[in-house]
Protein backbone atom coordinates (compact mmCIF):
# COMPACT_ATOMS: atom_id res chain seq x y z
CA UNK A 1 0.00 0.00 0.00
CA UNK A 2 1.15 3.55 -0.70
CA UNK A 3 -0.10 5.03 2.06
CA UNK A 4 -0.53 4.37 5.67
CA UNK A 5 -3.56 6.64 7.07
CA UNK A 6 -4.70 7.34 10.65
CA UNK A 7 -7.76 5.66 10.85
CA UNK A 8 -10.31 4.02 7.69
CA UNK A 9 -13.90 4.63 8.26
CA UNK A 10 -15.71 1.66 6.86
CA UNK A 11 -18.95 2.45 5.66
CA UNK A 12 -20.39 5.65 4.84
CA UNK A 13 -23.77 6.11 6.69
CA UNK A 14 -25.06 8.68 8.87
CA UNK A 15 -22.28 7.09 11.77
CA UNK A 16 -19.57 6.42 9.45
CA UNK A 17 -19.62 10.33 8.16
CA UNK A 18 -20.16 11.74 11.50
CA UNK A 19 -17.18 10.10 13.01
CA UNK A 20 -15.13 11.28 10.01
CA UNK A 21 -16.44 14.55 10.33
CA UNK A 22 -15.20 14.87 14.24
CA UNK A 23 -11.93 13.27 13.32
CA UNK A 24 -10.78 15.95 10.88
CA UNK A 25 -12.37 18.66 12.88
CA UNK A 26 -9.93 17.66 15.47
CA UNK A 27 -7.01 17.35 13.62
CA UNK A 28 -7.20 13.74 12.48
CA UNK A 29 -7.21 14.81 8.30
CA UNK A 30 -5.33 11.63 6.94
CA UNK A 31 -8.70 9.63 7.25
CA UNK A 32 -9.97 7.38 4.40
CA UNK A 33 -13.54 6.07 4.22
CA UNK A 34 -14.41 2.71 2.46
CA UNK A 35 -17.86 2.83 1.48
CA UNK A 36 -18.80 -0.20 -0.30
CA UNK A 37 -22.42 0.97 -2.52
CA UNK A 38 -21.60 4.17 -5.04
CA UNK A 39 -23.13 6.84 -2.78
CA UNK A 40 -22.91 8.19 0.82
CA UNK A 41 -25.90 7.89 3.14
CA UNK A 42 -26.40 3.89 3.73
CA UNK A 43 -29.68 3.34 5.02
CA UNK A 44 -30.73 7.05 4.28
CA UNK A 45 -31.69 6.48 0.78
CA UNK A 46 -34.20 8.70 -1.38
CA UNK A 47 -35.17 7.40 -4.65
CA UNK A 48 -37.40 9.07 -8.11
CA UNK A 49 -41.05 7.69 -7.81
CA UNK A 50 -43.68 8.51 -9.36
CA UNK A 51 -42.61 11.82 -10.08
CA UNK A 52 -41.46 12.76 -6.66
CA UNK A 53 -38.48 12.05 -4.16
CA UNK A 54 -39.89 8.93 -2.09
CA UNK A 55 -37.45 7.70 1.07
CA UNK A 56 -36.42 3.75 0.87
CA UNK A 57 -34.83 4.14 4.22
CA UNK A 58 -35.57 6.33 7.09
CA UNK A 59 -38.62 8.18 6.39
CA UNK A 60 -39.12 10.20 9.79
CA UNK A 61 -37.29 12.77 12.31
CA UNK A 62 -38.54 10.46 15.24
CA UNK A 63 -38.04 12.70 18.65
CA UNK A 64 -39.50 15.89 18.54
CA UNK A 65 -40.99 19.01 20.58
CA UNK A 66 -39.32 17.79 24.07
CA UNK A 67 -37.60 19.67 26.42
CA UNK A 68 -33.87 18.21 24.96
CA UNK A 69 -33.46 19.52 21.12
CA UNK A 70 -33.07 16.37 18.80
CA UNK A 71 -29.69 16.70 16.77
CA UNK A 72 -30.64 15.17 13.63
CA UNK A 73 -33.58 17.70 13.92
CA UNK A 74 -31.26 20.70 14.44
CA UNK A 75 -29.79 19.54 10.94
CA UNK A 76 -32.96 19.19 9.05
CA UNK A 77 -33.69 22.81 10.50
CA UNK A 78 -29.80 23.78 8.84
CA UNK A 79 -30.77 22.22 5.98
CA UNK A 80 -34.34 23.84 5.76
CA UNK A 81 -35.22 20.28 5.06
CA UNK A 82 -38.98 20.02 4.04
CA UNK A 83 -41.29 17.99 6.60
CA UNK A 84 -44.50 17.30 7.58
CA UNK A 85 -45.95 16.72 11.12
CA UNK A 86 -47.14 12.39 11.07
CA UNK A 87 -50.21 11.18 13.74
CA UNK A 88 -49.89 7.86 13.75
CA UNK A 89 -52.26 7.29 16.96
CA UNK A 90 -55.17 8.49 14.80
CA UNK A 91 -54.83 4.55 12.73
CA UNK A 92 -56.32 2.30 14.83
CA UNK A 93 -59.45 4.54 14.28
CA UNK A 94 -59.17 3.80 10.56
CA UNK A 95 -58.87 0.17 10.36
CA UNK A 96 -61.09 -1.70 7.45
CA UNK A 97 -62.10 -5.40 7.62
CA UNK A 98 -61.77 -7.14 4.58
CA UNK A 99 -65.51 -6.22 3.22
CA UNK A 100 -64.22 -2.80 3.92
CA UNK A 101 -66.17 -1.68 6.74
CA UNK A 102 -64.39 0.36 8.89
CA UNK A 103 -64.66 -1.11 12.62
CA UNK A 104 -66.46 1.37 14.81
CA UNK A 105 -64.00 3.83 16.64
CA UNK A 106 -65.60 2.30 20.43
CA UNK A 107 -64.71 -1.18 19.52
CA UNK A 108 -61.36 -0.09 18.08
CA UNK A 109 -60.78 1.84 20.91
CA UNK A 110 -61.13 -1.19 23.34
CA UNK A 111 -59.43 -3.76 21.62
CA UNK A 112 -56.42 -1.47 21.62
CA UNK A 113 -56.70 -1.18 25.04
CA UNK A 114 -56.85 -4.49 26.01
CA UNK A 115 -53.66 -5.11 23.49
CA UNK A 116 -52.09 -2.33 25.23
CA UNK A 117 -52.90 -4.08 29.12
CA UNK A 118 -52.25 -7.21 27.91
CA UNK A 119 -48.66 -6.36 25.92
CA UNK A 120 -47.81 -4.78 29.70
CA UNK A 121 -48.74 -7.65 31.93
CA UNK A 122 -46.55 -9.88 29.32
CA UNK A 123 -43.41 -7.98 29.34
CA UNK A 124 -43.74 -7.22 33.49
CA UNK A 125 -43.72 -11.78 33.76
CA UNK A 126 -41.14 -11.35 31.24
CA UNK A 127 -39.10 -9.60 33.91
CA UNK A 128 -39.86 -10.88 36.82
CA UNK A 129 -38.81 -14.05 34.89
CA UNK A 130 -35.95 -12.91 34.03
CA UNK A 131 -34.82 -11.07 37.53
CA UNK A 132 -36.19 -14.58 39.50
CA UNK A 133 -34.15 -16.81 37.05
CA UNK A 134 -37.52 -19.06 37.39
CA UNK A 135 -38.16 -19.73 33.78
CA UNK A 136 -41.28 -22.22 34.60
CA UNK A 137 -43.31 -19.35 34.38
CA UNK A 138 -42.74 -19.35 30.58
CA UNK A 139 -44.63 -22.92 30.44
CA UNK A 140 -47.80 -20.70 30.21
CA UNK A 141 -47.89 -19.00 26.85
CA UNK A 142 -49.48 -15.03 27.01
CA UNK A 143 -52.43 -15.19 25.14
CA UNK A 144 -52.28 -14.86 21.80
CA UNK A 145 -54.31 -12.62 19.45
CA UNK A 146 -56.72 -14.60 16.83
CA UNK A 147 -59.12 -11.85 15.33
CA UNK A 148 -58.39 -9.71 12.29
CA UNK A 149 -58.75 -6.51 14.38
CA UNK A 150 -57.22 -8.37 17.20
CA UNK A 151 -53.71 -9.16 15.18
CA UNK A 152 -53.94 -5.69 13.12
CA UNK A 153 -53.19 -3.95 16.70
CA UNK A 154 -50.66 -6.49 17.99
CA UNK A 155 -48.81 -6.01 14.74
CA UNK A 156 -49.13 -2.27 15.12
CA UNK A 157 -48.09 -1.86 18.52
CA UNK A 158 -45.04 -4.95 18.44
CA UNK A 159 -43.57 -3.93 14.55
CA UNK A 160 -43.37 -0.01 15.35
CA UNK A 161 -42.79 1.69 18.39
CA UNK A 162 -44.77 0.77 21.44
CA UNK A 163 -44.60 4.12 23.73
CA UNK A 164 -48.05 3.12 25.68
CA UNK A 165 -46.48 -0.29 26.47
CA UNK A 166 -42.53 0.17 27.13
CA UNK A 167 -40.62 4.14 27.81
CA UNK A 168 -38.82 4.69 24.78
CA UNK A 169 -35.90 6.98 25.43
CA UNK A 170 -36.19 8.89 22.15
CA UNK A 171 -39.67 10.18 23.64
CA UNK A 172 -38.55 10.81 26.99
CA UNK A 173 -35.44 12.95 25.82
CA UNK A 174 -36.62 14.56 22.81
CA UNK A 175 -40.16 14.36 22.69
CA UNK A 176 -42.88 12.20 20.96
CA UNK A 177 -43.50 14.22 17.64
CA UNK A 178 -42.31 12.61 14.55
CA UNK A 179 -42.16 14.77 11.60
CA UNK A 180 -42.00 12.91 7.74
CA UNK A 181 -39.13 14.48 5.51
CA UNK A 182 -41.00 15.29 2.48
CA UNK A 183 -37.98 17.19 0.46
CA UNK A 184 -36.99 16.77 -3.48
CA UNK A 185 -33.38 16.29 -1.50
CA UNK A 186 -34.21 14.02 0.99
CA UNK A 187 -33.53 13.12 3.95
CA UNK A 188 -29.95 12.05 2.68
CA UNK A 189 -28.88 16.04 2.03
CA UNK A 190 -28.51 15.72 5.85
CA UNK A 191 -25.24 13.52 4.83
CA UNK A 192 -24.16 15.80 2.25
CA UNK A 193 -24.00 18.81 4.38
CA UNK A 194 -22.13 17.04 7.05
CA UNK A 195 -19.59 15.63 4.16
CA UNK A 196 -19.21 19.72 2.90
CA UNK A 197 -18.07 20.59 6.17
CA UNK A 198 -14.68 18.67 5.46
CA UNK A 199 -14.27 16.82 2.20
CA UNK A 200 -13.70 18.33 -0.75
CA UNK A 201 -17.22 19.31 -2.92
CA UNK A 202 -17.72 21.13 -5.85
CA UNK A 203 -20.77 21.65 -7.94
CA UNK A 204 -22.43 19.36 -5.04
CA UNK A 205 -20.43 16.52 -5.75
CA UNK A 206 -18.22 15.13 -3.53
CA UNK A 207 -14.28 14.96 -4.89
CA UNK A 208 -11.80 14.16 -2.47
CA UNK A 209 -9.79 10.54 -2.58
CA UNK A 210 -10.23 9.92 1.11
CA UNK A 211 -13.64 9.08 0.32
CA UNK A 212 -13.39 6.13 -1.77
CA UNK A 213 -16.55 4.21 -3.12
CA UNK A 214 -17.40 1.25 -4.24
CA UNK A 215 -14.79 -0.25 -1.58
CA UNK A 216 -16.41 -3.41 -0.59
CA UNK A 217 -14.55 -4.33 2.93
CA UNK A 218 -13.76 -8.21 3.12
CA UNK A 219 -11.09 -8.74 5.53
CA UNK A 220 -9.77 -6.42 8.18
CA UNK A 221 -6.11 -8.18 10.16
CA UNK A 222 -5.65 -6.54 13.55
CA UNK A 223 -2.10 -6.50 15.65
CA UNK A 224 -0.76 -4.23 18.60
CA UNK A 225 0.76 -2.09 15.41
CA UNK A 226 -2.14 -1.63 13.20
CA UNK A 227 -4.70 -2.69 10.77
CA UNK A 228 -4.51 -3.99 7.06
CA UNK A 229 -7.98 -3.83 4.88
CA UNK A 230 -8.43 -5.59 2.20
CA UNK A 231 -11.42 -4.57 -0.19
CA UNK A 232 -13.11 -7.07 -2.67
CA UNK A 233 -11.15 -5.67 -5.75
CA UNK A 234 -8.14 -6.59 -4.28
CA UNK A 235 -7.02 -3.36 -2.87
CA UNK A 236 -5.11 -3.24 0.59
CA UNK A 237 -4.92 0.00 2.85
CA UNK A 238 -2.75 0.27 6.10
CA UNK A 239 -4.03 2.35 8.95
CA UNK A 240 -3.61 2.95 12.74
CA UNK A 241 -7.16 2.38 13.32
CA UNK A 242 -10.89 1.13 11.92
CA UNK A 243 -13.84 2.59 13.08
CA UNK A 244 -16.30 -0.32 11.18
CA UNK A 245 -20.00 1.18 11.23
CA UNK A 246 -21.23 -1.53 9.20
CA UNK A 247 -24.79 -2.48 10.35
CA UNK A 248 -25.77 -5.45 13.04
CA UNK A 249 -26.71 -7.69 10.17
CA UNK A 250 -23.39 -6.98 8.00
CA UNK A 251 -21.69 -7.72 11.54
CA UNK A 252 -24.27 -11.21 11.36
CA UNK A 253 -22.82 -12.78 8.00
CA UNK A 254 -19.86 -13.55 6.38
CA UNK A 255 -18.99 -10.32 4.39
CA UNK A 256 -15.95 -9.51 6.92
CA UNK A 257 -13.69 -11.72 8.26
CA UNK A 258 -11.56 -10.77 10.97
CA UNK A 259 -7.71 -11.93 11.59
CA UNK A 260 -7.41 -13.06 14.41
CA UNK A 261 -11.10 -13.32 14.83
CA UNK A 262 -13.04 -11.70 16.47
CA UNK A 263 -12.95 -12.67 20.13
CA UNK A 264 -15.87 -15.01 21.66
CA UNK A 265 -17.36 -11.93 23.93
CA UNK A 266 -17.85 -9.68 20.89
CA UNK A 267 -19.35 -12.17 18.66
CA UNK A 268 -21.64 -13.50 21.69
CA UNK A 269 -22.91 -9.63 21.76
CA UNK A 270 -23.08 -9.32 18.06
CA UNK A 271 -25.55 -12.55 18.11
CA UNK A 272 -27.63 -11.41 20.65
CA UNK A 273 -29.16 -8.47 19.02
CA UNK A 274 -32.42 -8.67 16.57
CA UNK A 275 -32.15 -7.66 13.32
CA UNK A 276 -35.78 -6.44 11.89
CA UNK A 277 -36.67 -5.62 8.46
CA UNK A 278 -38.86 -3.06 7.87
CA UNK A 279 -39.91 -2.53 4.22
CA UNK A 280 -42.31 0.45 2.60
CA UNK A 281 -43.25 -0.46 -0.39
CA UNK A 282 -44.98 2.71 -3.28
CA UNK A 283 -47.86 2.26 -5.49
CA UNK A 284 -48.87 4.92 -7.89
CA UNK A 285 -52.37 5.84 -9.00
CA UNK A 286 -53.79 7.71 -11.76
CA UNK A 287 -56.14 9.11 -9.19
CA UNK A 288 -57.04 8.83 -5.28
CA UNK A 289 -59.94 6.86 -4.07
CA UNK A 290 -58.86 7.01 -0.37
CA UNK A 291 -59.96 9.40 2.00
CA UNK A 292 -57.70 12.27 2.55
CA UNK A 293 -59.60 14.50 4.98
CA UNK A 294 -57.59 15.48 8.65
CA UNK A 295 -57.08 12.33 10.70
CA UNK A 296 -57.17 9.59 7.88
CA UNK A 297 -53.17 9.72 7.15
CA UNK A 298 -53.10 6.58 8.54
CA UNK A 299 -55.25 3.07 7.88
CA UNK A 300 -55.34 -0.38 8.90
CA UNK A 301 -55.99 -3.70 7.30
CA UNK A 302 -57.01 -6.30 8.94
CA UNK A 303 -56.55 -9.45 7.51
CA UNK A 304 -56.43 -13.27 9.33
CA UNK A 305 -52.45 -13.15 8.63
CA UNK A 306 -50.60 -11.01 10.80
CA UNK A 307 -48.62 -8.48 9.36
CA UNK A 308 -50.56 -9.02 5.53
CA UNK A 309 -50.68 -5.44 3.92
CA UNK A 310 -51.34 -4.31 7.62
CA UNK A 311 -49.94 -0.68 7.83
CA UNK A 312 -50.82 1.71 4.96
CA UNK A 313 -50.24 5.43 4.92
CA UNK A 314 -50.63 8.41 1.96
CA UNK A 315 -48.73 10.46 0.69
CA UNK A 316 -51.17 13.55 -0.12
CA UNK A 317 -50.12 15.12 3.09
CA UNK A 318 -45.74 15.27 2.02
CA UNK A 319 -46.83 15.45 -1.75
CA UNK A 320 -50.36 16.98 -2.80
CA UNK A 321 -51.39 15.39 -5.75
CA UNK A 322 -48.80 12.79 -6.22
CA UNK A 323 -51.36 10.05 -6.05
CA UNK A 324 -48.75 7.49 -3.83
CA UNK A 325 -49.77 4.80 -1.00
CA UNK A 326 -47.37 3.27 0.88
CA UNK A 327 -48.00 -0.05 2.40
CA UNK A 328 -45.44 -1.20 5.14
CA UNK A 329 -44.32 -4.85 6.16
CA UNK A 330 -41.93 -5.90 8.67
CA UNK A 331 -39.63 -9.49 9.24
CA UNK A 332 -41.32 -12.14 7.78
CA UNK A 333 -43.35 -10.49 5.41
CA UNK A 334 -40.77 -8.28 4.47
CA UNK A 335 -38.57 -11.37 3.27
CA UNK A 336 -41.62 -13.07 1.54
CA UNK A 337 -42.13 -10.43 -0.84
CA UNK A 338 -38.48 -9.41 -1.24
CA UNK A 339 -37.95 -12.72 -2.26
CA UNK A 340 -40.87 -12.61 -5.36
CA UNK A 341 -41.36 -10.99 -8.16
CA UNK A 342 -42.60 -6.79 -8.26
CA UNK A 343 -45.44 -8.04 -10.10
CA UNK A 344 -46.74 -10.79 -7.58
CA UNK A 345 -46.97 -8.18 -4.81
CA UNK A 346 -48.40 -5.62 -6.53
CA UNK A 347 -51.39 -8.07 -7.22
CA UNK A 348 -51.58 -8.90 -3.49
CA UNK A 349 -51.64 -5.05 -2.66
CA UNK A 350 -54.38 -4.47 -5.33
CA UNK A 351 -56.51 -7.25 -4.21
CA UNK A 352 -55.94 -5.80 -0.61
CA UNK A 353 -57.00 -2.18 -1.47
CA UNK A 354 -60.02 -3.81 -3.43
CA UNK A 355 -61.20 -5.59 -0.15
CA UNK A 356 -60.37 -2.16 1.26
CA UNK A 357 -62.31 0.14 -1.36
CA UNK A 358 -64.20 -2.04 -3.71
CA UNK A 359 -63.56 -3.39 -7.44
CA UNK A 360 -64.07 -0.38 -9.23
CA UNK A 361 -60.39 1.61 -8.09
CA UNK A 362 -57.72 1.76 -10.76
CA UNK A 363 -54.83 -0.32 -11.07
CA UNK A 364 -51.14 0.92 -10.00
CA UNK A 365 -49.40 2.04 -12.60
CA UNK A 366 -45.87 1.39 -10.94
CA UNK A 367 -44.85 -0.01 -7.98
CA UNK A 368 -40.80 0.03 -5.89
CA UNK A 369 -40.02 -2.40 -3.34
CA UNK A 370 -37.26 -1.96 -1.52
CA UNK A 371 -34.90 -4.82 -0.47
CA UNK A 372 -32.93 -4.16 2.72
CA UNK A 373 -32.80 -7.80 3.90
CA UNK A 374 -31.11 -9.50 0.29
CA UNK A 375 -28.77 -6.51 0.08
CA UNK A 376 -25.62 -8.13 1.74
CA UNK A 377 -24.54 -4.83 2.35
CA UNK A 378 -27.72 -4.61 5.19
CA UNK A 379 -29.06 -7.83 5.78
CA UNK A 380 -31.92 -6.32 7.77
CA UNK A 381 -33.67 -2.41 8.19
CA UNK A 382 -32.68 -2.11 11.75
CA UNK A 383 -31.31 -3.44 15.02
CA UNK A 384 -33.35 -4.19 17.92
CA UNK A 385 -32.90 -4.99 21.55
CA UNK A 386 -34.44 -7.56 22.65
CA UNK A 387 -36.72 -6.53 25.58
CA UNK A 388 -34.58 -7.59 28.07
CA UNK A 389 -31.01 -7.36 27.41
CA UNK A 390 -28.88 -6.26 29.95
CA UNK A 391 -26.44 -3.66 29.81
CA UNK A 392 -23.16 -5.58 29.48
CA UNK A 393 -24.70 -7.17 26.33
CA UNK A 394 -24.52 -3.53 24.44
CA UNK A 395 -21.69 -2.41 26.35
CA UNK A 396 -19.76 -5.40 24.66
CA UNK A 397 -21.58 -4.53 21.30
CA UNK A 398 -19.77 -0.82 21.25
CA UNK A 399 -16.35 -2.19 23.21
CA UNK A 400 -13.32 -1.45 21.13
CA UNK A 401 -11.28 -4.81 19.86
CA UNK A 402 -7.87 -3.56 19.95
CA UNK A 403 -7.21 -1.37 17.15
CA UNK A 404 -10.96 -1.83 15.70
CA UNK A 405 -13.34 0.42 16.96
CA UNK A 406 -17.29 -0.20 16.24
CA UNK A 407 -20.09 2.41 16.11
CA UNK A 408 -23.56 2.35 14.02
CA UNK A 409 -26.84 2.53 15.28
CA UNK A 410 -26.68 -0.92 16.88
CA UNK A 411 -24.08 0.63 19.42
CA UNK A 412 -26.56 3.70 20.70
CA UNK A 413 -27.86 2.21 24.33
CA UNK A 414 -30.74 4.59 23.89
CA UNK A 415 -31.44 5.66 20.35
CA UNK A 416 -30.79 2.08 18.36
CA UNK A 417 -32.70 1.28 15.30
CA UNK A 418 -32.81 6.00 14.84
CA UNK A 419 -31.24 7.95 12.45
CA UNK A 420 -29.99 9.93 15.63
CA UNK A 421 -29.07 6.83 17.41
CA UNK A 422 -26.54 6.53 14.35
CA UNK A 423 -25.55 10.23 14.37
CA UNK A 424 -24.89 9.97 18.41
CA UNK A 425 -23.20 6.81 17.95
CA UNK A 426 -20.62 8.21 15.38
CA UNK A 427 -19.98 11.17 17.89
CA UNK A 428 -19.19 9.13 20.59
CA UNK A 429 -17.70 6.50 18.88
CA UNK A 430 -14.81 9.20 17.34
CA UNK A 431 -14.43 10.78 20.71
CA UNK A 432 -13.57 7.42 22.48
CA UNK A 433 -11.08 6.95 19.46
CA UNK A 434 -9.61 10.54 19.93
CA UNK A 435 -9.09 10.08 23.45
CA UNK A 436 -7.31 6.16 22.89
CA UNK A 437 -5.08 8.12 20.50
CA UNK A 438 -4.02 10.91 22.82
CA UNK A 439 -3.24 7.91 25.21
CA UNK A 440 -1.08 6.18 23.02
CA UNK A 441 0.74 9.38 21.91
CA UNK A 442 1.48 10.00 25.59
CA UNK A 443 2.70 6.31 26.05
CA UNK A 444 4.87 6.66 23.03
CA UNK A 445 6.57 9.74 24.55
CA UNK A 446 7.21 8.93 27.54
CA UNK A 447 9.00 5.29 25.82
CA UNK A 448 10.91 7.80 24.17
CA UNK A 449 12.08 10.03 26.96
CA UNK A 450 13.14 6.87 28.65
CA UNK A 451 15.26 5.69 25.79
P1 LIG B 1 -25.78 2.59 7.63
O1 LIG B 1 -26.56 3.74 7.14
O2 LIG B 1 -26.23 1.24 7.26
O3 LIG B 1 -24.26 2.80 7.17
C1 LIG B 1 -23.36 1.73 7.04
C2 LIG B 1 -22.67 1.82 5.69
O4 LIG B 1 -21.73 0.74 5.60
C3 LIG B 1 -23.60 1.65 4.50
O5 LIG B 1 -23.45 2.75 3.62
C4 LIG B 1 -23.14 0.34 3.83
O6 LIG B 1 -23.24 0.38 2.42
C5 LIG B 1 -21.69 0.29 4.27
N1 LIG B 1 -21.11 -1.07 4.25
C6 LIG B 1 -21.67 -2.24 4.63
N2 LIG B 1 -20.82 -3.26 4.49
C7 LIG B 1 -19.67 -2.72 4.01
C8 LIG B 1 -18.41 -3.28 3.65
N3 LIG B 1 -18.15 -4.59 3.77
N4 LIG B 1 -17.44 -2.45 3.17
C9 LIG B 1 -17.67 -1.11 3.05
N5 LIG B 1 -18.85 -0.54 3.38
C10 LIG B 1 -19.84 -1.34 3.86
N6 LIG B 1 -34.60 5.89 11.55
C11 LIG B 1 -35.29 7.00 11.95
O7 LIG B 1 -34.78 7.78 12.75
N7 LIG B 1 -36.54 7.26 11.46
C12 LIG B 1 -37.16 6.44 10.57
O8 LIG B 1 -38.27 6.73 10.11
C13 LIG B 1 -36.48 5.27 10.16
N8 LIG B 1 -37.06 4.41 9.29
C14 LIG B 1 -36.31 3.42 8.73
C15 LIG B 1 -36.87 2.67 7.70
C16 LIG B 1 -36.13 1.72 7.04
C17 LIG B 1 -36.73 0.94 5.91
C18 LIG B 1 -34.76 1.52 7.42
C19 LIG B 1 -33.90 0.55 6.66
C20 LIG B 1 -34.22 2.24 8.47
C21 LIG B 1 -34.98 3.20 9.13
N9 LIG B 1 -34.45 3.96 10.18
C22 LIG B 1 -35.17 5.04 10.64
C23 LIG B 1 -33.15 3.66 10.78
C24 LIG B 1 -32.01 4.54 10.24
O9 LIG B 1 -32.07 4.59 8.84
C25 LIG B 1 -30.68 3.93 10.68
O10 LIG B 1 -30.67 3.77 12.09
C26 LIG B 1 -29.44 4.78 10.32
O11 LIG B 1 -29.55 5.36 9.03
C27 LIG B 1 -28.21 3.88 10.40
O12 LIG B 1 -27.04 4.58 10.13
P2 LIG B 1 -25.64 3.81 10.29
O13 LIG B 1 -24.58 4.77 9.93
O14 LIG B 1 -25.58 3.16 11.61
O15 LIG B 1 -25.68 2.60 9.24
Redesign the pocket.
Known sequence: PASRSSVII???????ICAAKVLAENGVEDILI????DRI????RKEAFGGVSVE???????GVGGKVPNPVWELAAKSSLRTCFSDYSNARYNIYDRSGKIFPSGLAADSYKKAVDSAIENLRNQQETDRSGDFSRDAEPPSTPKTPIDLAIDFILHDFEMPEVQPISTFLDYGEREFLVADERGYEDLLYKMAQDFLFTSEGKILDSRLQLN???REIQHSRSGVTITTEDGCVYDANYAIL???IG?LQSD??SFRPSMPRWKMEAIEKLDVMV???IFLKFPYKFWPCGPEKEFFIYAHERRGYYTFWQHMENAYPGSNILVVTLTNGESKRVENQPDEETLKEAMEVLRDMFGPDIPNATDILV?R?WNNR??RG??SNYPAIINHQVVQSIKAPVGRIFFT??HTSERFN??????YL?GLDTSKALLEEMRKEKERNSQNQSFL
Open positions: VGAGISGLEATGGRILGAGWIVKVVSVSVLIYTKPWFQSYGEGYVHGGA
